[in-house]
């Protein structure tokens, strides 16, 4: 079986201003490396539907989704900042409820068997909102409403959430920490923003707060002992991503140095263990990643491993 690759033209439209490193230019990167790395060929494309109230509401409050809705801009020229680095334009509500929406669509497929694992092409990102709130360019948390999908109408009862974007995944933490059907693991740069997940004492979260200048070795030896035995433990019956590929060594909105490799090597222990115990269950979420070239490299490299050649 190949990998649903999921998406949405709103998606390219949501844009929050000039200059701004989230931007419709990422998802373009992608794209064009996926097709000159050839693994364009290896994908099946699904358009992203859209969430509905009902389906954010199992991780949002109601009176935020309102609140989203409301202020909502209608004309083409208008852009209301809804957090102090999060923005909506005239497409953004759309974009967002398809990005949420790819979460549903990338759990059903997998959960019918009719494909392994899914990629989540979409922005905004969402692994930074919390209940109620945006935050860091995120407006509703796409793998989180997966997440609670899953639960809720496949009764799952053990699910596994890996982030190993370079910002610490606090509204995922938010939403999910004390429920023990959700383990929750999310390596981060530390200090860094959001400043959170350093502290936290929760038996269903695995925090790696890393110091700036992290490698690829030292990543690799702290998730192997901090993460894999855990998540080994745990026996998932599906593992969803949040795949931020900000902690490259290109990338200029954080300080690791990580490479392409690392991002392979992740990802594969994530396959491997997802062959073990979830059928080979994997939908993985774009979140960060803002240098075009090292983003496009890392999104290909992670799809596929995410096929798997074994």
């Known amino acids: 079986m190949n990998l649903a690759f999921i998406s949405h033209q709103s998606c390219r ?7 701004h490193p989230e931007c419709p230019e990422r998802l373009h990167a992608i794209q064009d490396r996926m097709i000159a790395s050839g693994m364009e060929m290896l994908v099946t494309h699904y358009d992203a539907p859209q969430a509905k109230v009902e389906d954010l509401a199992r991780v949002h409050d109601r009176d935020y989704i309102q609140g989203i809705f409301d202020a ?29 929406g790819a979460a549903l669509l990338g759990v059903d ?15 905004p990102p969402g692994h930074h909102a919390g209940r109620a709130r945006a935050s860091g360019f995120c407006i509703f948390n796409n793998v989180a409403v997966g997440a609670a999908y899953a639960l809720d109408h496949y009764g799952l009862e053990r699910i596994a959430i890996v982030d190993f974007d370079v910002h610490h995944g ?3 933490e938010e939403i999910f920490i004390g429920d023990e059907r959700v383990l ?6 530390h200090p860094f923003y959001p400043g959170t997940g350093a502290d936290t004492d929760a038996p269903n979260v695995i925090n790696l707060p ?3 200048l992290t490698d690829g070795q030292a990543f690799k030896a702290s998730v ?9 433990a745990f026996a998932p019956q599906l593992i969803m991503i949040s795949a931020g590929f900000d902690g490259h060594i290109e990338d200029d909105m954080a300080h690791f140095n990580l490479r392409e490799a690392d991002y392979a090597w992740i990802t594969r ?3 491997h263990l997802a062959r073990k115990h979830s059928h080979e269950r994997v939908v993985s979420f774009l979140e960060g990643g803002y240098t075009l070239s090292a983003l496009g490299r890392c999104v290909s490299t992670h799809v596929d491993e995410l096929i798997g050649h074994l």
Do not use: Y
């Open 224 to 232: 192997e002992q901090a993460w894999l035995p855990r998540l080994d």
């Open 72 to 100: 909502a801009p209608r004309a083409s020229d208008v852009l209301t900042w809804i957090d102090g680095d999060t923005a909506m334009n005239c497409h953004s509500l759309e974009a967002a409820l398809h990005s949420a």
């Open 170 to 172: 606090d509204g995922t």
């Open 210 to 212: 890393l110091p700036k």
């Open 184 to 189: 929750f693991c999310s390596s981060f740069q």
């Open 109 to 123: 497929l997998v959960m019918s068997d009719k494909h392994h694992a899914a990629f989540c092409c979409v922005r």
């Open 13 to 19: 439209e949501h844009q929050m201003g000039a200059h």
């Open 269 to 271: 222990e994530i396959h």
